[in-house]
């Protein structure tokens, strides 16, 4: 996949704030299920079609062949729906994945989760855990969003969130990555990619939740 930089200039969706600090990133879907609605048409919006007049935004905006980047990775954008101070804006990054009709959405969200995984891995982040939220999490009006993604769509939050580790643990190199899911495929989670041994068990419970066989594998003592 491909990410395009496209910056929006200093304006309303883009205060110019820098992030108080990094805690995750945030999962959102466009609901714009018009055909034309890929990554690109979302970018032309922010930048050219009045959306920088508006305190909305995100950081990046993904469909199935490619991604824009709108805000820089170290400042605010205005989407998590919890006001200037809350944890969502201040401390995510955030993802839109369109759902644009005739548009591959798992391919969308499969995107979605590597430039997840990356933006993690840049910040010495080995663990998903904990790490990917959904915009619901921070909504003071409980906004349903991904809703296609919480309904289940597309494996779910559940499959975004295990490929995300799966990419992760690609990146860093720290335990074998598996083959393409098949039904005799097994996943094995390395106690040694996580900062705990209950962490490796939270994730291979999100695998089998998820359809994906798996075993954790902890490393001998002395």
Not at 51 to 57: F, L, T, Y
Not at 65 to 79: N, R, S, T, Y
Not at 130 to 147: L, M, T, V, W
Request: charged residues 20%; hydrophobic residues 40%.
């Amino acid at each position: 996949m491909q990410v395009e930089e496209w910056l929006l200039p200093i304006s309303k969706a883009r205060c110019g704030k820098k992030l108080r600090g990094f805690c995750g990133v945030t999962i959102h879907e466009t609901a714009n299920t018009a055909p034309t609605a890929n990554a690109k048409s979302h970018a032309v919006y922010m930048n050219q079609n009045g959306g920088k007049d508006r305190e909305v935004s995100y950081h990046y905006v993904v469909d199935a062949q490619q991604a824009f980047h709108l805000v820089p990775d170290d400042e605010v954008a205005w989407h998590a729906g919890d006001g200037a101070s809350g944890k969502g804006n201040n401390e995510t990054i955030a993802i839109e994945i369109c759902v644009n009709a005739g548009g591959n959405f798992q391919q969308a969200v499969d995107n979605a989760a590597a430039l997840a995984a990356q933006l993690l891995y840049r910040r010495g982040v080995k663990s998903a855990e904990g790490r990917i939220f959904e915009h619901h999490d921070f909504s003071s009006y409980q906004k349903n969003c991904p809703a296609n993604l919480r309904a289940g769509v597309a494996g779910g939050m559940a499959h975004l969130r295990a490929k995300v580790q799966q990419v992760l643990i690609q990146l860093w190199g720290t335990a074998e990555v598996p083959p393409e899911k098949s039904p005799d495929s097994l996943y094995r989670v390395q106690v040694g990619a996580f900062a705990a041994k209950e962490g490796a068990e939270r994730y291979a419970d999100q695998l089998r939740k998820a359809g994906y066989p798996c075993f954790v594998v902890v490393p001998v003592q002395g």
